[in-house]
Structures are given as C-alpha cells and as structure tokens.
C-alpha cells in the first residue's frame, strides 16, 4: 500500500511558479517599455496602472472574501 504513494520528487513542478512569476514580470516590463517608447515619456504608465488598480480591485477584495468564507468554515 505505501509503495503505491511513493512519488518521485519533480523539479520542473518545483520551479513551475517561479518560472511563471518571472514570465509575467518580464511580460510587464516590456508592456511599460513599449508604452514609453511608443509615447516618448512615462506619464501614460500611471494611468494605465490606475485604470489596472480600478478594474481588478473588486475582483482581489472578492477573491479575499471567498478565501476569509472558506478560512472560516
């Protein structure tokens, strides 16, 4: 019975989020550096950032709420 448990520890699994977290900052980086050089300057990053914050905070604060219901229980 425990030799139907036993696994093979996994290093591409391990290094899976990682690797996404780093896709998904280079993925942002080169989004502000498309938006300077398309524009010349910087100011555009702030408001793209702003109308980020408003669109997903509802979606973080339920996702926060849905994780306190489950912690909960």
């Given at each position: 019975?425990?030799?139907?448990?036993?696994?093979?520890?996994?290093?591409?699994?391990?290094?899976s989020p990682f690797v996404s977290r780093l896709g998904?900052?280079?993925?942002?980086?080169?989004?502000?550096?498309?938006?300077?050089?398309?524009?010349?300057?910087?100011?555009?990053?702030?408001?793209?950032?702003?109308?980020?914050?408003?669109?997903?905070?509802?979606?973080?604060?339920?996702?926060?709420?849905?994780?306190?219901?489950?912690?909960?229980?």
């Amino acid at each position: 019975m425990e030799e139907r448990f036993k696994q093979e520890f996994s290093w591409p699994l391990f290094f899976s989020p990682f690797v996404s977290r780093l896709g998904d900052a280079l993925f942002i980086f080169g989004l502000n550096w498309f938006i300077v050089k398309a524009t010349g300057h910087a100011s555009l990053l702030g408001i793209v950032q702003g109308i980020g914050v408003l669109f997903w905070w509802p979606v973080i604060c339920l996702q926060d709420q849905w994780l306190i219901n489950i912690i909960a229980i």
